[in-house]
């Protein structure tokens, strides 16, 4: 069982940027995929970004693909999302996951575990 804990998100002006922090709770973490999901009032929830248990290959959604960077330190358990250039449409509540399931890493049903989620409000 890994139980994963987010902080970071908030309010920022478009433009701005933001970091989210997600924080496992077991060493087996190492060992999993991990990914960012968001969810937008009265969306369904979609693919951010992935990343490889040892961090070696990152994948983006074309939505933010080159202003947002996934990023893992093993050593501490930790998951990252660096979000610049932030836009409007980038508000939502954003999810970390961990993969346990193989497969499609972009399909949220492949994510067994689940942070608590952030809000992140991007104003124009």
């Known amino acids: 069982q890994v139980q994963l804990v987010q902080s970071g998100g908030g309010l920022v002006q478009a433009g701005g940027s933001l970091r989210l922090s997600c924080a496992a709770s077991?060493?087996?973490?190492?060992?999993?995929?991990m990914g960012w999901f968001r969810q937008a009032p009265g969306k369904e929830r979609e693919f951010v970004a992935a990343?490889?248990?040892?961090?070696?290959?990152?994948y983006y959604a074309d939505s933010v693909k080159g202003r947002f960077t996934i990023s893992r330190d093993n050593a501490k358990n930790m998951m990252y999302l660096q979000m610049n250039s932030l836009k409007p449409e980038d508000t939502a509540v954003y999810y970390c996951?961990?993969?346990?399931?193989?497969?499609?890493?972009?399909?949220?049903?492949?994510?067994?575990?689940w942070g608590q989620g952030t809000q992140v409000t991007v104003s124009s």
């Open positions: 996951a961990a993969q346990i399931t193989a497969g499609d890493r972009s399909n949220r049903d492949n994510y067994n575990y």
């Open positions: 077991t060493r087996t973490f190492i060992t999993y995929p």
């Open positions: 990343i490889t248990w040892d961090g070696g290959n990152t």
